[in-house]
C-alpha cells in the first residue's frame, strides 16, 4: 500500500478575487502534492473557500446581493483562478456545505458540553476585516495589529473556548515537535509574542451578525468564523464527534497545513488547541509561508498595486508564472513580484537554459539522422560527469523538497540543464556530424542530452507540468515516473516528433511599455 500525504492550504476568504499572492499558496502547495505523488505518495490535496462572517454579509448587502449569492460568485472565481494555475487538487472545499455545518454544529456543542467553551459577555476592540477582538495593548499606532485598519469598540454577549487550560499542553507539544512549525523564525514568533504572555480566552461566537453557523442550541449566536473555518480541515475529510470516516483515518493527522504568515496565530494556537480538545492528533507540520510584494509593498486595493493570475497567465502561459512564484520566492523571507524581474527570468531559465537546450538538441537529431534515437556505444570521460549529476538529482531534490525548500528543488533540475548546455560545448556535436568516423560518438552525444533532458522532464513535472508533458511530446516517451531514471529510459530506434520551442523569449521594453499602457 502507497503511504498517505494530506496537504492543504487555506481556505481562500471570499470576500474578494484572489490576487497573484493568495494564489502563491495553491501553487506551492500544489508543486509539493505533484511531487509527492510522483514520488509514490498517496495525495490528498485540499484547498476551498472561507464563506461565512461580518465582512462578508456587509459586502454582499452592500451590491443589494444575499449572502450566498454573493460567496457563490466568489467561489467560482476562486476555483477558475486555481484551475487557471493548473493545480491538482482533490477537493474545493466551501463552508456554507450543509455538511460541514452540521459537523461544526456537533464540534461546538461537544465542546460546550465538556465544559472548553462557556458563556459570558465581550468587551473590546473589534477589527471587522479580520473579524477579531484585540486589547488596547495588542493594537499597532491604535490599529489592528494584523491588517492596520481602524478598530471600534464592541459589547456583546458571546460564547468563549477556554484556551489556558491547554496552553501548558501546547507549549510542551512545541517543545517536543520541533519541526511542528515552520520555519523557526514563525515558531520564535508564536513562543514570544502570544504564549510567554499568556492567552486569553477566545471568543468563538456572535450575535451582531446572521451570516454564519447558528450556535444550534442558542439560536441568537453564529459560531465565530475560527471554529467554522479551521474546522473544515477534519469535517470534509470525515470527522464526526458521532462516528468519522474510513477516509478521515486514513489521512489525519495532516502532513502539511500550508498557510499565509498573517494567519499563523489562528493556525498554531487556536486550532491545535481545538484538537487538542476534541482528543485528536495535531498536523504534523504548519508551515507559514512569506508574502509575495509588489515591489516593495504589501499589495492592497488602496495602493492600486494588485497583480492577478490570470491576468499574468493570458501574458506569459502558465509555467511562467509557476516558476515565477516557486523559483522566485524565498523560503522563509518575502518575495517581490514586477514585470521586470518575471521577463528576466523567462527569458535567462526558461528560454535560454531550458527552452533552447530542448531545441536545439531535437533539432540536431532531426538534421543528423532523421529524428531517430541510436544506441550509444561509444563513450568518453565526459559523458560521465555529465551522468553523474544527472542520476544524484533526483536525491537532492528529495533532500530539499522535505525541507520545504522548492525554489532549491528547482535548481537542483536546472543544473540538469546547465550541465547540459555546457556538454553541448565540451563534445560539439557540429564537428563530430562532419567527421564520417565520429557517427557512434555522435549517436553517444546525442542520446546522452536527450536522456538527461528526460530526467530533467521527470523531475520538472511537479513544478511546470505543461512544460514536461511538451518534452515528453518532443522526445515521443510515456517513460516519465521517477522510476525510469537510469539513463537507459528512452527507448532505442524511436523517432522523436518534431522541436517545438517551449519558450519565447521576450523584449522586455516593449513588452512592459505595453502592458502599462493596458
Request: charged fraction near 30%; proline fraction near 4%; charge should be negative.
Amino acid at each position: 500500500m502507497k503511504k498517505s500525504f494530506y496537504i492543504s492550504t487555506a481556505i481562500a476568504y471570499a470576500s474578494a478575487k484572489p490576487h497573484i499572492g493568495n494564489t502563491y499558496e495553491i501553487v506551492l502547495a500544489d508543486a509539493i502534492a505533484r511531487y509527492k505523488k510522483l514520488t509514490g505518495y498517496d495525495v490528498y490535496f485540499q484547498t476551498g473557500t472561507d464563506e461565512h462572517g461580518q465582512k462578508i454579509e456587509l459586502k454582499a448587502h452592500g451590491q443589494n446581493m444575499e449572502p450566498q449569492e454573493y460567496v457563490d460568485e466568489i467561489a467560482l472565481e476562486v476555483r477558475k483562478i486555481w484551475d487557471v494555475m493548473n493545480t491538482s487538487y482533490d477537493k474545493f472545499v466551501r463552508t456554507t456545505n450543509i455538511n460541514h455545518k452540521e459537523v461544526v454544529q456537533k464540534i461546538f456543542k461537544k465542546l460546550y458540553d465538556q465544559g472548553d467553551i462557556y458563556k459570558g459577555n465581550y468587551e473590546g476592540l473589534y477589527c471587522t476585516p479580520c473579524e477579531s477582538f484585540f486589547t488596547e495593548s495588542q493594537l499597532i499606532d491604535g490599529k489592528c495589529p494584523d491588517c492596520g485598519r481602524e478598530v471600534t469598540k464592541a459589547s456583546e454577549e458571546a460564547y468563549f473556548f477556554k484556551l489556558d487550560k491547554y496552553t501548558k499542553r501546547l507549549e510542551d507539544y512545541i517543545e517536543s515537535h520541533p519541526d511542528f512549525i515552520q520555519p523557526e523564525s514563525r515558531k520564535n514568533e508564536i513562543i514570544n509574542n502570544f504564549l510567554k504572555p499568556g492567552l486569553q480566552d477566545l471568543c468563538v461566537s456572535r450575535t451582531s451578525f446572521k451570516w454564519g453557523v447558528p450556535v444550534n442550541f442558542d439560536d441568537k449566536h453564529v459560531i465565530y468564523v475560527w471554529i467554522d473555518a479551521l474546522s473544515n480541515y477534519i469535517t470534509f475529510l470525515g470527522y464526526d464527534p458521532d462516528g468519522s470516516a474510513e477516509e478521515f483515518d486514513k489521512y489525519w493527522p495532516a502532513d502539511i497545513h500550508l498557510i499565509g504568515k498573517d494567519i499563523l496565530r489562528f493556525h498554531t494556537i487556536y486550532w491545535p488547541i481545538m484538537l487538542m480538545a476534541l482528543d485528536l492528533p495535531l498536523p504534523k507540520k504548519i508551515f507559514g509561508h512569506p508574502w509575495v510584494l509588489c515591489g516593495e509593498d504589501k499589495m492592497s486595493k488602496s495602493k492600486g498595486n494588485i497583480v492577478y493570475a490570470d491576468d499574468l497567465v493570458k501574458e506569459f502561459g502558465v509555467d511562467a508564472i509557476r516558476y515565477y512564484l516557486l523559483h522566485e520566492i524565498p523560503f522563509a523571507s518575502d518575495g517581490t513580484f514586477t514585470y521586470d524581474l518575471l521577463i528576466d527570468r523567462i527569458n535567462s531559465d526558461l528560454a535560454n537554459t531550458l527552452g533552447n537546450l530542448v531545441n536545439r538538441t531535437i533539432s540536431m537529431v532531426h538534421k543528423y539522422f532523421d529524428g531517430i534515437v541510436y544506441e550509444p556505444t561509444e563513450f568518453e570521460d565526459v559523458d560521465e560527469d555529465l551522468k553523474n549529476i544527472v542520476l544524484s538529482t533526483p536525491i537532492k531534490v528529495e533532500e530539499k523538497m522535505n525541507e520545504l525548500k522548492v525554489a532549491d528543488a528547482i535548481d537542483e533540475i536546472f543544473e540538469i540543464f546547465r550541465r547540459s548546455n555546457k556538454y553541448i560545448d565540451e563534445t560539439t556535436p557540429w564537428l563530430l556530424a562532419k567527421d564520417e568516423s565520429k557517427q557512434e560518438r555522435l549517436k553517444t552525444v546525442l542520446y546522452n542530452l536527450l536522456e538527461s533532458i528526460r530526467t530533467g522532464a521527470v523531475l520538472l513535472q511537479a513544478f511546470l507540468p505543461d512544460t514536461a508533458d511538451s518534452i515528453f511530446h518532443q522526445l515521443n516517451t510515456e517513460n516519465r515516473g521517477i522510476d525510469s531514471i537510469n539513463f537507459k529510459g528512452l527507448d532505442y530506434e524511436i523517432k522523436l516528433n518534431n522541436p517545438t520551442p517551449l519558450f519565447a523569449r521576450i523584449d522586455k521594453e516593449k513588452k512592459i511599455e505595453e502592458l502599462l499602457n493596458k
